[in-house]
């Protein structure tokens, strides 16, 4: 009786090893297994991320400044003041430059506001450049790229995108005389650069010059202030481009 007593707290004894033996067994494959799926994981997030930052350019994020600002403005226009590249783009853009696009800000922005707005990535827009109501031009998307701004992809795979700043808000979305001048200016610029030889605007869209609500007939942009001088913004442009 004793005897046995003893021998089945031996086999009970044996089992409870074996259990906490098999347990602990069962502890360490699950630990492997999680570990196993978090490198997993990791190594998905980590190569999600290389891909999205994936042919983005090391100088796109904050506005640049010196060397940096100098080497991005002599690769676009030369009648730039200031530069604060978005990550809002395509890398490079898959189309020739053959177009200029028009758009308004729907405000009197500063470009460093512009540039901050474009900086955010869920903001989801940018424009290759702006010109702010007192005639100073910022870059955001490298000619070189596509510049989310028109609604309308095949458009701004081949076009330079514009915002220019309204110094009247609503009705007809006015800009200044010295916000017009320099449009004209830049887009003398922007075609002599891209061998764009005239500027032709058209109202059905068969010119190489045309406007957001064109291509977007859910928006106002660029009002109608611009809209009434697009005829002349070509004239004007092909005024300069006939003297050189
Ligand atoms: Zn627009």
Redesign the pocket.
Request: with cysteine.
């Given at each position: 009786m004793h005897d046995a007593t003893n021998r089945g707290e031996a086999v009970q004894a044996d089992a409870n090893e074996a259990t906490s033996v098999e347990r602990e067994r069962h502890e360490h494959r699950l630990m492997w297994a999680l570990l196993g799926a978090f490198v997993v994981l990791a190594a998905l997030v980590m190569g999600a991320w290389m891909l999205a930052r994936a042919g983005i350019p090391a100088n796109v994020g904050d506005p640049l400044e010196g060397e940096a600002k100098a080497e991005a403005i002599a690769n676009n226009s030369p009648l730039t003041d200031y530069v604060h590249l978005t990550q809002n783009a395509d890398f490079p853009r898959t189309d020739n430059i053959k177009k200029i696009t028009i758009?308004?800000m729907a405000g009197d922005l500063t470009l460093e506001d512009v540039g901050d707005k474009f900086a955010r990535r869920d903001s989801q827009v940018s424009s290759n450049y702006a010109i702010d109501s007192e005639g100073r031009v910022a870059l955001y998307v490298e000619e070189a790229n596509r510049a989310w701004?028109?609604n309308n992809r095949a458009n701004d795979e081949e076009a330079v995108t514009i915002?220019v700043a309204n110094d009247e808000l609503y009705d007809d979305w006015h800009v200044s005389d010295a916000a017009f001048d320099k449009l004209v200016e830049l887009c003398a610029d922007i075609c002599k650069r891209n061998g764009i030889e005239r500027l032709e605007f058209s109202e059905d869209g068969s010119g190489n010059l045309n406007y957001?609500q064109m291509l977007d007939s859910s928006?106002e942009?660029?009002g109608p202030y611009l809209i009434g001088k697009m005829g002349e913004l070509a004239s004007r442009v092909n005024e300069v481009l006939a003297n050189g």
């Open positions: 758009h308004h701004t028109s915002e957001h928006t942009c660029p």
